[in-house]
């Protein structure tokens, strides 16, 4: 199968140029102007004049099917693929989440079971360490030589997911052999639950006491905290889902003393704010970890974009019904499930928010929903680019078209939108995935279990930093 695109716009994050796509079965096989006319004979052509011709985005930060609070998130790993799809991203990496009292192993065939077969588009994981033994520090080097090059350790979630000080440092010491990366959720749980605690028994049960109990300092002790065992261990680090101004402090101080310290934020850090977690209970729509901030964080998230003090933007996409899931922390903000959904609508608001907001070039646009995400997790230039040999992964996105988000359109499995009614600009009209159209114009034209395991390699750090 030989597909043309033809007259459209390649924005990479190196630059822009007008130019054809020839694509030859999976890959990219050339990049030229006026590619019809020297004869080439392609099943079809697909003209992408007056808009983008961008790389398939990548959001490494997804939790299908993820258990949390006695439910489970409620995409699949088809419906969820399927939803990024619709927005533009062709690849995610999700959790593969060990058990306490489990080995990796178990974590690990347990999602690729979720996967296989299911995924629309191409997927790959990261590793939950919940309980850091001989056994499981022996188990990562493995891992690594199988494509899953991270590992994602807690300081929050006392009981559940928790590492202390001792586990985290162990695991990094274990990076340092094997060049994995280790990433962190950097919030201090048993801190958060002495406050957490206090509100309840002061009657402070609603939603909006979770954003209250997660407060933005202990997001920047913990960041520190991680950064400087990081720093004694000698590896590089990389927070996931940083939400505040006290986070980014200590990871642009990391980065100004030549410590090799990443970081992602997320649409909803960018876009909501605590404001969103009144109104009673429908606040639960909006409870995620760390929690939404004060809106006055968020322009310094922006500005933490527009330095590279943060590299990447991916959702977290956790989405737990309102109706039936959410519900269970009622009378008891502890008890609802966290997480947002997301992973559809990262792509647009990114666009909206930072090109049309006038925050940040396409070309940096692309860099932070794609290309840095596959640089840093392994992917690259397999992925994240638009080059001969590439992976024919590529969104013809209209820049100019406007939307309307909303439950009742998207398709993400869940009841709900966090975005509810916001008007965005700019659309993925067609996706390849592999070189096969997987949406077109708003159709869903790709097939159940055509997605596939990607096998990352060890990032190269020094590319990226
Ligand atoms: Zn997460």
């Not at 008890?335 to 006038?358: C, T």
Request: aromatic share 8%.
């Amino acid at each position: 199968m030989r597909t043309l695109i033809a007259n459209g716009t390649i924005v990479t994050a190196d630059g822009t140029t007008s130019a054809d796509v020839l694509i030859d079965g999976e890959t990219i096989a050339r990049i030229g102007t006026n590619l019809g006319a020297d004869g080439i004979e392609v099943d079809e052509t697909i003209d992408a004049a007056g808009r983008w011709l961008i790389p398939g985005a990548i959001d490494v930060h997804t939790h299908m099917e993820l258990p949390f609070g006695g439910t489970f998130a409620k995409d699949t790993f088809e419906t969820g693929t399927r939803a990024a799809a619709f927005g533009g991203t062709t690849t995610v990496v999700d959790f593969a989440v060990q058990s306490r009292g489990k080995s990796l192993r178990d974590g690990l065939d347990a999602w690729h079971a979720k996967a296989e077969g299911n995924a629309v588009a191409d997927y790959g994981f990261h590793m939950i360490m919940s309980d850091v033994t001989d056994d499981s520090l022996k188990e990562m080097d493995g891992l690594v030589d199988e494509g899953i090059s991270d590992f994602k350790l807690f300081t929050a979630y006392p009981g559940v997911f928790y590492s202390d000080d001792g586990a985290i440092f162990r695991a990094m010491q274990q990076t340092a052999r094997n060049g994995g990366l280790i990433m962190m959720h950097a919030e201090n749980g048993p801190a958060i639950d002495v406050v957490a605690a206090d509100l309840v028994g002061e009657g402070k049960t609603d939603p909006y006491y979770h954003g209250v109990a997660r407060y933005p300092i202990f997001e920047g002790e913990a960041t520190n905290r991680v950064i400087r065992l990081a720093e004694a261990a000698g590896v590089p680090v990389y927070i996931v889902h940083l939400s505040a101004r006290d986070a980014l402090n200590a990871i642009r101080d990391a980065r100004d003393r030549g410590t090799k310290a990443f970081a992602e934020t997320c649409p909803q850090y960018l876009f909501l704010s605590l404001e969103d977690m009144g109104n009673g209970f429908e606040g639960a729509k909006f409870v995620c970890s760390p929690p939404l901030r004060p809106a006055d964080h968020q322009e310094e998230l922006w500005q933490g974009l527009i330095k590279d003090d943060l590299q990447l933007v991916s959702t977290d996409h956790c989405p737990f019904d309102f109706e039936g899931q959410k519900d269970l922390g009622r009378g008891d903000f502890r008890k609802v499930p966290n997480g947002l959904p997301g992973v559809e609508d990262r792509v647009d608001l990114l666009h909206d928010g930072g090109v049309v907001g006038g925050r940040i070039t396409k070309e940096r646009w692309v860099e932070i929903i794609s290309t840095a995400p596959a640089k840093l997790f392994g992917m690259y230039p397999q992925k994240g680019t638009i080059a001969i040999g590439s992976d024919a992964d590529l969104v013809i996105y209209d820049p100019s078209a406007t939307r309307t988000i909303s439950a009742k359109t998207h398709h993400m499995d869940v009841d709900y939108s966090c975005y509810e009614g916001r008007q965005v600009r700019g659309r993925s009209d067609v996706v390849l995935s592999r070189g096969s159209v997987i949406v077109r114009d708003g159709q869903f034209t790709g097939k159940k279990g055509a997605g596939r395991f990607v096998k990352r390699a060890a990032a190269d750090y020094a590319r990226i930093s």
